[in-house]
């Protein structure tokens, strides 16, 4: 059993206990006098928590402070900071001040996940037009990358449609593979004598 396993088998209560003990001072000894835990388990959650004897009794210099609010300012992440300078979470609240998060309104919260999603189809449609060979293999147009598309080439093997769906980079390698790559104009045409018969 690892500690993450034993972690699992401690009350929420009961850590919450521990950590407030921990950060007002008071000693394993004491803490096992008052809540029913073993020590091996106290040690585990006080690890966890970076509220072990090493962190709590280390004051940072004036310089470390420095340090770390230099840090924080970089990775903006309470937690690296106490990791990278070998203190406690509650050490780093207590010294460095921290950036407060802006909290976004739900409408500006679906634009930028809009946004992400429509970015993220835009460098994996970039990187599927390089793997394909970056230009139209009808006419070599390759001027730009958002006037080339993908047509199956049989339509029976088609799964999906590649500019509407973000799946996997893997699978839409996989789906482009079953297709020749053309510029507009071209795939305008192809339609067209499928269309008519031609």
């Known amino acids: 059993m690892n500690d993450n396993d034993l972690l699992q088998d401690i009350s929420t209560n009961t850590i919450n206990k521990i950590s407030r003990m921990r950060r007002k001072g008071i000693t394993y000894k004491e803490i096992l006098e008052k809540i029913d835990i073993s020590e091996d388990k106290l040690k585990i959650v006080c690890n966890h928590l970076e509220l072990n004897n090493s962190n709590l009794n280390?004051?940072?210099?004036?310089?470390?402070?420095?340090?770390?609010?230099?840090?924080?300012?970089e990775c903006e992440s309470y937690r690296?900071?106490?990791?990278?300078?070998n203190v406690s979470r509650a050490t780093v609240i207590k010294y460095v001040k921290i950036k407060k998060k802006i909290k976004l309104d739900e409408n500006t919260?679906?634009?930028?996940k809009s946004q992400a999603v429509i970015d993220w189809r835009r460098r994996t449609k970039i990187k599927l037009?390089?793997?394909?060979?970056?230009k139209c293999e009808i006419c070599g147009y390759s001027k730009t990358y958002a006037?080339?598309?993908?047509?199956?080439?049989?339509?029976?093997?088609?799964?999906?449609?590649?500019s509407?769906?973000?799946?996997?980079?893997?699978?839409?390698k996989k789906e482009v593979d079953?297709?020749?790559m053309v510029c507009n104009?071209?795939?305008?045409?192809?339609?067209?004598?499928?269309?008519?018969?031609?």
């Open 80 to 85: 690296k900071v106490a990791k990278n300078f």
């Open 178 to 180: 079953k297709c020749i």
């Open 129 to 134: 037009v390089e793997y394909k060979g970056g």
């Open 58 to 73: 280390r004051s940072p210099s004036q310089n470390d402070i420095i340090n770390m609010q230099k840090y924080y300012n």
């Open 185 to 198: 104009n071209c795939h305008t045409e192809i339609h067209e004598e499928i269309k008519c018969g031609d």
């Open 164 to 172: 509407s769906k973000s799946y996997s980079f893997e699978r839409m």
């Open 109 to 112: 919260r679906k634009i930028n």
């Open 147 to 162: 006037a080339l598309s993908f047509h199956h080439k049989d339509p029976n093997e088609k799964d999906f449609g590649i």
